[in-house]
């Protein structure tokens, strides 16, 4: 049996208007999945769905903020409406605040927070009503490592709330497993994306590709990974060994 077969599978993924929720949005379109790409960025948004249209796959784009509940309930009823089922859910929606500590604005940190983490806590929560409803599912959070040098100024904030997705991730797995539910994390070394083009002349840095955590992502959501549950997986080519 191989496991990246999502034929009949339908995954929302957040943040899927480019950097790792494109990849992986990509990915698991290309292994059979129909997927929904939300963003905060609408054409974005579409520009993913689109790819995968062009690819021959099933998709559709939602415009919403991944830490808007309401935005968040809408685009899952969107879903089930269209096709009948959430199989797969990621969250990939993430932002780094642009100032340094002692510059930082309170909103910037709660900012932080808001989509990083609260954003992550109201998905899987519906998620996990959805899933629970339906018999079971799979879910991947982006989360962090406190083992990864110091990427720039101002990444307090952000290294504070991956440090949350990752706790958040495993206590949500403990929870939800009785319901067929199976939630890990990712925790990305650095990835060439967007996001990261500001410092991508650090030192003493490997870089990865968006694929690079993709291919991750998509085997936790399929069968091979049945028994994998509650982990918080390194994708950073050794960098924390
Ligand atoms: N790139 C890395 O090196 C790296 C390392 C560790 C963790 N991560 C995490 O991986 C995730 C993706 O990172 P990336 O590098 O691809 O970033 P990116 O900025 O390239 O892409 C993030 C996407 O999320 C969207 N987004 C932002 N706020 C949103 C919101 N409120 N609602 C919906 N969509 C929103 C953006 O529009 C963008 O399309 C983030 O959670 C990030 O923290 C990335």
């Known amino acids: 049996m191989t496991n990246l077969q999502f034929t009949e599978k339908t995954a929302i993924v957040t943040g899927a208007g480019r950097g790792i929720g494109r990849a992986i949005a990509l990915m698991l379109a290309a292994h059979g999945a129909r997927v929904c790409a939300?963003?905060?960025?609408?054409?974005?948004?579409?520009?993913?769905?689109?790819?995968?249209?062009?690819?021959?796959?099933?998709?559709?784009?939602?415009?919403?903020?991944?830490?808007?509940?309401?935005?968040?309930?809408?685009?899952?009823?969107?879903?089930?409406?269209?096709?009948?089922?959430?199989?797969?859910?990621?969250?990939?929606?993430?932002?780094?605040?642009?100032?340094?500590?002692?510059?930082?604005?309170?909103?910037?940190?709660?900012?932080?927070?808001?989509?990083?983490?609260?954003?992550?806590?109201?998905?899987?929560?519906?998620?996990?009503?959805?899933?629970?409803?339906?018999?079971?599912?799979?879910?991947?959070?982006?989360?962090?490592?406190?083992?990864?040098?110091?990427?720039?100024?101002?990444?307090?904030?952000?290294?504070?709330?991956?440090?949350?997705?990752?706790?958040?991730?495993?206590?949500?797995?403990r929870e939800l497993s009785p319901f067929g539910i199976r939630v890990n994390g990712i925790a990305p070394g650095y990835i060439k994306t967007p996001l990261t083009e500001p410092y991508r002349d650090a030192t003493g840095v490997r870089w990865g590709e968006p694929d690079d955590v993709a291919r991750v992502a998509a085997f936790l959501c399929g069968d091979a990974a049945r028994f994998v549950n509650g982990q918080i997986i390194a994708v950073d080519g050794g960098q924390t060994r």
């Not at 062009?54 to 309930?73: I, L, P, R, T």
């Open 38 to 173: 939300n963003d905060i960025n609408p054409a974005s948004a579409q520009k993913t769905a689109d790819a995968i249209i062009e690819a021959g796959g099933a998709a559709m784009a939602f415009h919403g903020s991944a830490d808007n509940k309401m935005a968040m309930q809408t685009m899952f009823q969107e879903v089930i409406e269209r096709w009948d089922t959430v199989d797969i859910l990621v969250t990939c929606a993430g932002i780094e605040p642009e100032s340094s500590l002692p510059e930082q604005g309170e909103w910037e940190w709660a900012r932080t927070f808001d989509v990083n983490v609260k954003a992550t806590f109201l998905c899987v929560q519906i998620a996990a009503r959805v899933m629970r409803e339906l018999g079971g599912g799979v879910m991947v959070t982006m989360s962090g490592s406190p083992l990864y040098p110091p990427r720039k100024d101002g990444y307090a904030a952000v290294a504070a709330s991956k440090a949350a997705v990752a706790q958040f991730t495993r206590d949500a797995a």
